[in-house]
């Protein structure tokens, strides 16, 4: 398992919008475009759910509760994979994982706060 490296979250209202990002390492870069990846979130005191993964052809699958309105998305060229995330509401406050499937790797989290 190798560190993801996730950027983009930060504080927004409802209704806005954020677009995070991941990369993957140097270590698992000859690896990365064959594997799925995925997004994860896990909201305080809850257990960590999936949010949206997309296989190596780009098909994509999502959560019922984010439907219509995140998209993930992913570039093999430069080994990065993104989620869109509009229409945010409070309940989507959670801290997002990144994960690169086939080595079981996780990002250190990216904090999304939803308010007002």
């Known amino acids: 398992q190798v560190p993801l490296v996730e950027s983009g979250g930060g504080s927004v209202q409802t209704g806005g919008s954020l677009r995070l990002s991941c990369k993957a390492p140097?270590?698992?870069?000859?690896?990365?475009?064959?594997?799925?990846m995925a997004w994860y979130r896990q909201a305080p005191g809850k257990q960590r759910e999936l949010v949206a993964q997309?296989?190596?052809?780009?098909?994509?699958n999502y959560a019922d509760s984010v439907k219509g309105r995140f998209t993930i998305s992913r570039d093999n060229s430069r080994k990065m994979v993104y989620l869109q995330m509009d229409s945010l509401s409070p309940e989507d406050t959670a801290v997002y994982y990144c994960?690169?499937?086939?080595?079981?790797?996780w990002g250190q989290g990216t904090p999304v706060t939803v308010s007002g």
């Open positions: 140097r270590a698992i870069t000859s690896v990365f475009s064959p594997s799925p």
């Open positions: 994960h690169h499937v086939d080595t079981m790797s």
């Open positions: 997309i296989s190596n052809a780009g098909r994509t």
